[in-house]
Antibody
Framework: EVQLVESGGGLVKPGGSLRLSCAASGFTFSSYSMNWVRQAPGAGLEWVSSISSVSTYINYADSVKGRFTISRDNAKNSLYLQLNSLRADDTAVYYC?????????WGQGTLVTVSS | SYELTQPSSVSVSPGQTARITCSGDIVAKKYVRWFQQKPGQAPVVVIYKDSERPSGIPERFSGSISGTTVTLTISGAQVEDESDYYCYSAADNRGVFGGGTKLTVL
């Protein structure tokens, strides 16, 4: 069974940093691109970032470029998102999802709240 | 960058047909999938590759494409279909969601 489990969310002050993790199981992690998608309270889904299977290709939404960094460790079946220079409008549930084209499996999400 | 445009809301009575559109240049170039999202839950795909239905999704859900517009059709909408629906596509390793459509069935 494919499972994606996010962790690392929490309350952080504006300008602060946070590192999100996504632990994957039930599939060959190193064969798939992975993504972060977020959803602000009461708002729609926003694609945030993607990383190809062996980290060759990395892309970001314009709203987070230069502040967020995606990475992965295929030996640990894990995906990461480093969030720096956080702003109030980064407050959202952050989901990890498999495969840029399909987003066929999602985690349950982890909540990031940016507030003073 | 690509954009996908959806109506913000659609409302139908139970048993009627609901149609949700999604428009954008990327539609003519890449496959689109539709997600259903209920409050507090992760999205679930209801249509992929424009018109394919995953196993376990009721037959009343269907998808179609015409030019730069894809349409999600729910034939004989049920109360339990009331949800937010999002179209999604990707190109050049960048994803894009439509703004979402709140479907009301009452």
């Amino acid at each position: 069974e494919v499972q994606l489990v996010e962790s690392g969310g929490g309350l952080v002050k504006p300008g602060g940093s946070l590192r999100l993790s996504c632990a994957a199981s039930g599939f060959t992690f190193s064969s798939y691109s992975m993504n972060w998608v977020r959803q602000a309270p009461g708002a729609g889904l926003e694609w945030v970032s993607s990383i190809s299977s062996v980290s060759t290709y990395i892309n970001y939404a314009d709203s987070v470029k230069g502040r967020f960094t995606i990475s992965r460790d295929n030996a640990k079946n894990s995906l990461y998102l480093q969030l720096n220079s956080l702003r109030a409008d980064d407050t959202a549930v952050y989901y990890c999802a498999r495969d840029i084209s399909d987003l066929d499996y999602w985690g349950q999400g982890t909540l990031v709240t940016v507030s003073s | 960058s690509y954009e996908l445009t959806q109506p913000s809301s659609v409302s139908v009575s139970p048993g009627q047909t609901a149609r949700i559109t999604c428009s954008g240049d990327i539609v003519a170039k890449k496959y689109v999938r539709w997600f259903q999202q209920k409050p507090g839950q992760a999205p679930v795909v209801v249509i992929y590759k424009d018109s394919e239905r995953p196993s376990g999704i009721p037959e009343r859900f269907s998808g179609s494409i015409s030019g730069t517009t894809v349409t999600l059709t729910i034939s004989g909408a049920q109360v339990e279909d009331e949800s937010d629906y999002y179209c999604y596509s990707a190109a050049d390793n960048r994803g894009v969601f439509g703004g979402g459509t709140k479907l009301t069935v009452l």
